[in-house]
């Protein structure tokens, strides 16, 4: 029994040492300045404002593709089919699509757009292939959240002789908002931290703040990555620990509204 | 446009977004292959898995040491992850007060938020060292050579599946039924016993699954992997120094991708070693489905 409580504080104890050992390496340079202002000597100086946008930018492309055809997918998962071979075929994909490791995504990505459609290294590029990558996530939580609509709600509006696509949208996805967008608040989160599939699309160096979503780019993850790998000396280190508290705190922040929000969808429920 | 017509229009794009997800999976596993196509039909496959030698220079491509890399940094990872997830699930379901579940649910999200990269930066500075020095000096009297290696990767891959393991085992638990605890506690057996004999058995399949999906999450991990196992083309024959480096398939792909030239047989075989880790973790994935699902028939939860 004292090995069960210890396997659980054990598992704070790594979090809490990761967590404040990462943000006590970064907290020299960390201000205002480093959030919002411009790079200088490949990012040893000055802030992170053109890799924050790039990410961010990216991110924002990844959503718009991945949340309509997710929340679309659902709906038609759970509304519009009994499961036969077909739903299984569309399950099989997303749960494949989910277990695909991030470099194979990346190596995708580099191929599809810049080998096959002769796109450059851009926004769009890389806000795609994290698209790609977030959309089983968006699926999956979309799917549990429209299941949790009570059938009372959706039978009351077939009562009022509401037709399926006004149920749809005056019903079922108003209740079940908060639980999507807990979903596409974990697949942003994961989009925004990730690397490997945007090693190859984003640029280290000159800093660039991209206007349209066909303008090359810099990432944090990807930064952070060059930081570690290359690093010369201590400087490094210490910008590189300093960018990693910006994502982390990126997580945290996320992580609190995703919780927040889930916690009010289950009082929906219980009301 | 006739009233039906607006229906029939989003019924299809509902259909066509369903699909998408499939669609995606099909054209990734089209790429590769197509990329992969030049070395798949020149040489042959079974001296691509099991060869030792990786020397693209002289048009020698031996996958085995990745491969070998890849199993062995996971394996490591598991001894971690198993015992401290599975212990920390059991307790979450059947120990905790609610205070400690309230704390520890919400860190356990943490941790499988946080980037990759972050671990790997973590680990490169702190697990590195701590073995290099502290460590080295524990066991040999003298810090090591290097304190990369297997053991430094799968100190940090085990952590990074604990959230995945925790949380399919925990389902897992929760899903066995309450008549057969209250059974065992029927016969006079204590909340250990119970836990030991009828709540593990009984969760077994569901925890499988869990530690499947985690296999597969250490053999695709990249960020944390490329930094502290050190890249050399060899087999890791030592859990310490400079015999426990290695590479694995992901990050022997990270590395060479950004100097190989496109179209070259290099380049096809590292296609192929992505395809090699697509299906590696399309196996995975689909076994512990199939886990999931037959627990899912069993009981709900």
Known sequence: MTLLWLSAGSILLILCSIVLYVVYRGSHDLGVEFVLG?????WLAGGMLPALIGTLYTVLIALLFATPLGIGAAVHLTQYTKEGRTTKLMRIGSDALNAI??????LFGLTLFLYYLRMKPSVFAAGLTLGFMILPTIIRTAEVAIKAVPWSEIEGSYALGATKLQTITGVILPTALPGIITGVILGLGRAAGETAPIIWLASFWPPITPLSPADPFNSLTTTLYFLTSEAQNEQYITRAFAVASLLLFMVLVLNYVARAL???????IRR | MKPGDKEKTVRAALFLSALSAAL???????????????????????????????KPTANVYGAGIFIAGSILTTAGALFIA???????????????????????RPAIELLAGIPSIVYGLFALIVIVGLVQQDLGKLLTGDSLPTGKGILAAALILGVMILPIVISISQDAICAVPRSFREASYALGSTKWQTIQKVILPGAMPGIAAGVILGVGRAIGETMAVVLVLGNVGMIPSNILGIDSRGETLTSAIMLDMSYVPVGSMHYAALFTLGLTLFFMAFALSMASEYLLAK???QSKC
């Open chain 2, 24 to 54: 995606i999976l099909l054209f990734i596993v089209f790429f590769l292959f197509k990329e992969a196509l030049p070395f798949l039909s020149h040489g042959d496959l079974v001296g691509f898995l099991t060869g030792t030698v990786w």
């Open chain 1, 262 to 268: 889930n916690n009010r969808l289950s009082a929906n």
């Open chain 1, 101 to 106: 490791p991030s470099i194979v995504f990346g």
């Open chain 1, 38 to 42: 411009q790079p200088e000597n490949i």
């Open chain 2, 295 to 297: 627990r899912r028939r």
């Open chain 2, 82 to 104: 198993v015992p401290l997830g599975v212990a920390c699930a059991v307790f979450l379901s059947e120990v905790a007060p609610k205070k400690a579940v309230n704390i520890l």
